[in-house]
Antibody
Framework: QVQLVQSGSELKKPGASVKVSCKAS????????MNWVRQAPGQGLEWMGWINTNTGDPTYAQGFTGRLAFSLDTSVSTAYLQISSLKAEDTAVYYC?????????WGQGTLVTVSS | DIVMTQSPDSLAVSLGERATINCKSS????????????LAWYQQRPGQPPNLLIY???TRESGVPDRFSGSGSGTDFTLTISTLQAEDVAVYYC?????????FGQGTKVEIK
């Protein structure tokens, strides 16, 4: 069965960087795009961008450009999200979600807390 | 960017009654070449990731109960829960995947009256 398993919670200081992983199984990794969505505490869903798992080409939402980096390791069917220069307002649960006709598979979420 | 606006922000419905959530996009999400609306609906229960209910505006995802239905075209869409069950208490989001950024509505919280 399809699964997306994300790395564990992170506590970071402002200005630091974080890298979240999303390991896919149960399907051909390069057949579907991977999207990243975040959710601040008590807030709605915010689309961050997606990565073409065939070419590695990323597309970032405006407002994140320069601080976000999506990457892949197709040998282990894993997508990565890196955020640099973290701010308190980056505190959120970060989800990976498989692309397609809607996002029909989601990771369990990774809580990133940014606090001094 | 396409702005997605849901209404209401919250609603309370009695068990067994109908719940209706509206979603309006700032521009059409209907792709004329295939006549498909690039609109999805998700359910998110507390502490859980979102769960896809509906795609192409009206196609139910496999395993989703048939009390959930989606309708609409162009810029105006509706998610209907025909007979509300206790397990339907959640926040519901619409999302357009017509163009990037693939924006979400702000969410509608459904509770039991």
């Amino acid at each position: 069965q399809v699964q997306l398993v994300q790395s564990g919670s992170e506590l970071k200081k402002p200005g630091a960087s974080v890298k979240v992983s999303c390991k896919a199984s149960g399907y051909t990794f390069t057949s579907y795009a991977m999207n990243w969505v975040r959710q601040a505490p008590g807030q709605g869903l915010e689309w961050m961008g997606w990565i073409n798992t065939n070419t590695g080409d990323p597309t970032y939402a405006q407002g994140f450009t320069g601080r976000l980096a999506f990457s892949l390791d197709t040998s282990v069917s894993t997508a990565y999200l890196q955020i640099s220069s973290l701010k308190a307002e980056d505190t959120a649960v970060y989800y990976c979600a498989r692309g397609g006709d809607g996002y029909n598979y989601w990771g369990q979420g990774t809580l990133v807390t940014v606090s001094s | 960017d396409i702005v997605m606006t849901q209404s209401p922000d919250s609603l309370a419905v009695s068990l067994g009654e109908r719940a209706t959530i509206n979603c309006k996009s700032s521009q059409s999400v209907l792709y004329s070449s295939n006549n498909k609306n690039y609109l999805a609906w998700y359910q998110q229960r507390p502490g859980q990731p979102p769960n896809l209910l509906i795609y192409w505006a009206s196609t139910r995802e496999s395993g989703v109960p048939d009390r959930f239905s989606g309708s609409g075209s162009g810029t105006d869409f509706t998610l209907t829960i025909s007979t509300l069950q206790a397990e339907d208490v959640a926040v519901y989001y619409c999302q357009q995947y017509f163009s990037t950024p693939e924006t979400f509505g702000q969410g509608t919280k459904v509770e039991i009256k």
